[in-house]
């Protein structure tokens, strides 16, 4: 079955960065479009960033120029590159594959805690 699983969150400074991965497995990755989205501690899960298949990306206005999605097809993994990480970055970090709409599938989330 599929499995995404996330790593890489914790707890930061304002100003650091984090790096977060998610392993895919039981899927042909490469076709999927993969995404990272939050949910913060009072909020709904809002789509952080996404990239396609042919690799293309879109981002949310709140982290264009500081948080960067890629994906390694070879090694089904996905990662987001966190930078500059703000205290409303706070949020538990979803990984999401899909396919078509009905086909998708999510991770059990890693927590992320900017804090000074």
């Known amino acids: 079955q599929v499995q995404l699983v996330e790593f890489g969150g914790g707890v930061v400074q304002p100003g650091g960065s984090l790096r977060l991965s998610c392993a895919a497995s039981?899927?042909?990755?490469?076709?999927?479009?993969m995404a990272w989205y939050r949910q913060p501690p009072e909020g709904g899960r809002e789509l952080v960033a996404e990239?396609?298949?042919?690799?293309?990306?879109n981002y949310a206005d709140s982290v264009k120029g500081r948080f960067t999605i890629t994906r390694d097809n070879a090694g089904n993994t996905v990662y987001l590159q966190m930078n500059s990480l703000k205290l409303e970055d706070t949020a538990v970090y979803y990984c999401?594959?899909?396919?078509?709409?009905?086909?998708?599938?999510w991770g059990r989330g890693v927590l992320v805690i900017v804090s000074s």
């Open positions: 990239i396609s298949s042919g690799e293309t990306t």
């Open positions: 039981g899927m042909i990755f490469s076709v999927y479009t």
């Open positions: 999401h594959a899909k396919l078509i709409d009905d086909i998708d599938y």
